[in-house]
């Protein structure tokens, strides 16, 4: 039974033993300036790309390596001030002279205001990302994930303008 059972293992492990897991690529972002386009749409522009790492690998690249760029589509609830939701469209962009570039649209994300124990508040973005990704000679299909954080607005809501205190992004390519 023991032979038996190892045998079963061994049966369901082989096929894994060629599989690779999927590209995964994580860029890191500070600064930026996150700003209303409307009072149901946001950009971010000017946002410096800080670290590349693949697959949870130490980074690849570090320093100032790139910028990232993106513009929501319109909130289908809420607002730039409340907080809201978004679904496809839009436009996100990640460029380095590192051949690893990002082109993508959002597929659906969220914009929330955060009310801190002193009475200010943080923004967060986090939002769902499809496109494309040129890394280190190819291009992939892929999904993502992004976060981005707003710097504390103070005691008011957020008035048109904040500038970023950073985000992250992790693009997965798709089999």
Excluded at 8 to 13: D, E, G, P, Q, Y
Excluded at 93 to 99: G, H, L, R, T, V
Aim: glycine letters at 12%; hydrophobic letters at 40%; proline letters at 5%.
């Amino acid at each position: 039974m023991k032979i038996l059972s190892s045998l079963l293992l061994l049966a369901t492990a082989i096929p894994c033993l060629g599989q690779q897991q999927p590209l995964e690529v994580n860029f890191s972002n500070v600064s930026g300036e996150i700003y209303a386009v409307t009072p149901r749409q946001l950009r971010l522009v000017s946002a410096d790309v800080m670290s590349i790492s693949e697959n949870g690998d130490s980074f690849l690249e570090a320093g100032l390596v790139g910028g990232i760029t993106f513009t929501t589509p319109p909130f289908v609830s809420g607002s730039v001030a409340a907080g809201g939701t978004f679904d496809a469209g839009g436009e996100f962009y990640i460029f380095s002279p590192y051949d690893a570039d990002v082109t993508a649209t959002f597929a659906a994300g969220t914009w929330k205001r955060h009310l801190l124990p002193d009475g200010t508040s943080n923004y967060l973005l986090m939002a769902q990302i499809t496109g494309t990704m040129f890394f280190e000679g190819t291009t992939y299909d892929i999904h993502g994930l992004t976060v981005q954080i707003s710097l504390n607005t103070g005691s008011g809501e957020f008035l048109g303008s904040n500038n970023s205190s950073g985000g992250s992004t992790d693009a997965t390519a798709l089999p």
